[in-house]
């Protein structure tokens, strides 16, 4: 523990074999010794800040023989001169401490700057958070959109398809009630126009083939081809192929054609070769009534 008080310390002198020193000598180098090692003790001692008083302005009170006392070491003035602070020094270190930080009106605008980043902050995060909320309806919106726009056209198309599977059991119902007087009508009209019934279709390929040649003048020579199993019957009524209108001397040849359908039979002549068959005459028979039916179309 350091102390501001001076040590004194007492020597007995030997009368006996003195001798004569130079004390200024011996003294000079003391000092100069101290003064270069004083420095280095106050600085490792962690005294930096405090001034340490020069120890030869405050050994002038001291006389020769303290200072030249074996006693009175140099760690020991060290230590003491260490402790000795001035008084101007230690009046300074009890001062308050200098502030040296920024000034309030640096503060002030400081803080109003990082407030206004922070609101700058918070107003685009507001905005943000907007954009994604109105994203987010307008996607939602768009897909209930779509869903009722696509329930809708599922129900209209349902809707639909009942309103035409309704049209068409009422079209078949109208079919079903109508086939029957087509059928009769259609009947009446072809046993008028080719005088021949309709209850045995083989009869109406000889009443076919008979008014074909009817109708082909100048031929004497008919080959007949009609289907196999049509064959048995038109070559049993071969007879009735021929009529008044046939000229004398005419030859009917009837062969059995497997390339020939059933009810469909052909006149070959040396003028060419003509198609008489059931299916032939209907498709005839159809193209005059279209023309009938368009006639009427135009008169009225």
Same mark, same amino acid.
């Given at each position: 523990?350091?102390?501001?008080?001076?040590?004194?310390?007492? =020597?007995?002198?030997?009368?006996?074999? &003195?001798?004569?020193?130079?004390?200024?000598?011996?003294?000079?180098?003391?000092?100069?010794?101290?003064?270069?090692?004083?420095?280095?003790?106050?600085?490792?001692?962690?005294?930096?800040?405090?001034?340490?008083?020069?120890?030869?302005?405050?050994?002038?009170?001291?006389?020769?023989?303290?200072?030249?006392?074996?006693?009175?070491?140099?760690?020991?003035?060290? $230590?003491?001169?260490?402790?000795?602070?001035? $008084?101007? %020094?230690?009046?300074?270190?009890?001062?308050?401490? /200098?502030?040296? %930080?920024?000034?309030?009106?640096? *503060?002030? +605008?400081?803080?109003?700057?990082?407030?206004?980043?922070?609101?700058?902050?918070?107003?685009?995060? *507001?905005?943000?958070?907007?954009?994604?909320? *109105?994203?987010?309806?307008?996607?939602?919106?768009?897909? $209930?959109?779509?869903?009722?726009?696509?329930?809708?056209?599922?129900? +209209?198309?349902?809707?639909?398809? %009942?309103?035409?599977?309704?049209?068409? $059991? &009422?079209?078949?119902?109208?079919?079903?009630?109508?086939?029957?007087?087509?059928?009769?009508?259609?009947?009446?009209?072809?046993?008028?126009?080719?005088?021949?019934?309709?209850?045995?279709?083989?009869?109406? /390929? /000889?009443? *076919?083939?008979?008014?074909?040649?009817?109708?082909?003048?100048?031929?004497?020579?008919?080959? /007949?081809?009609?289907?196999?199993?049509?064959?048995?019957?038109?070559?049993?009524?071969?007879?009735? =192929?021929?009529?008044?209108?046939?000229?004398? %001397?005419?030859?009917?040849?009837?062969?059995?054609?497997?390339?020939?359908?059933?009810?469909?039979?052909?006149?070959?002549?040396?003028?060419?070769?003509?198609?008489?068959?059931?299916?032939?005459?209907?498709?005839? =028979?159809?193209?005059? =009534?279209?023309?009938?039916?368009?006639?009427?179309?135009?008169?009225?």
């Amino acid at each position: 523990m350091s102390s501001n008080l001076f040590k004194f310390y007492y =020597l007995n002198k030997d009368t006996e074999n &003195a001798r004569v020193i130079d004390s200024n000598e011996m003294i000079a180098q003391k000092l100069e010794r101290i003064r270069v090692e004083t420095p280095q003790i106050n600085h490792s001692e962690g005294y930096g800040g405090f001034e340490a008083v020069d120890f030869a302005k405050e050994s002038e009170n001291l006389d020769a023989a303290d200072l030249l006392s074996s006693d009175f070491t140099t760690a020991d003035r060290a $230590a003491d001169t260490s402790s000795v602070i001035k $008084a101007s %020094g230690f009046a300074e270190a009890l001062e308050e401490p /200098v502030y040296n %930080g920024p000034s309030p009106e640096e *503060l002030i +605008a400081q803080a109003q700057e990082e407030i206004e980043q922070m609101r700058s902050n918070a107003l685009q995060e *507001l905005e943000e958070e907007r954009l994604n909320v *109105l994203n987010s309806a307008q996607a939602e919106g768009y897909e $209930a959109g779509r869903k009722q726009a696509m329930q809708e056209m599922e129900s +209209a198309r349902l809707q639909l398809e %009942g309103e035409r599977r309704q049209l068409e $059991a &009422a079209y078949e119902k109208q079919i079903d009630e109508l086939e029957p007087l087509f059928v009769k009508t259609l009947t009446d009209i072809y046993e008028k126009v080719f005088e021949v019934g309709l209850d045995n279709q083989q009869k109406i /390929v /000889v009443t *076919l083939l008979r008014n074909t040649m009817k109708k082909l003048e100048g031929c004497k020579n008919f080959l /007949v081809h009609v289907s196999t199993s049509d064959y048995p019957y038109v070559k049993e009524h071969k007879a009735e =192929l021929l009529s008044d209108s046939t000229p004398e %001397g005419t030859v009917i040849d009837i062969i059995e054609d497997s390339m020939i359908r059933e009810n469909e039979c052909t006149i070959e002549t040396m003028n060419g070769i003509y198609d008489c068959g059931i299916g032939t005459q209907l498709e005839g =028979l159809r193209r005059k =009534l279209t023309l009938l039916s368009y006639e009427g179309h135009q008169e009225s």
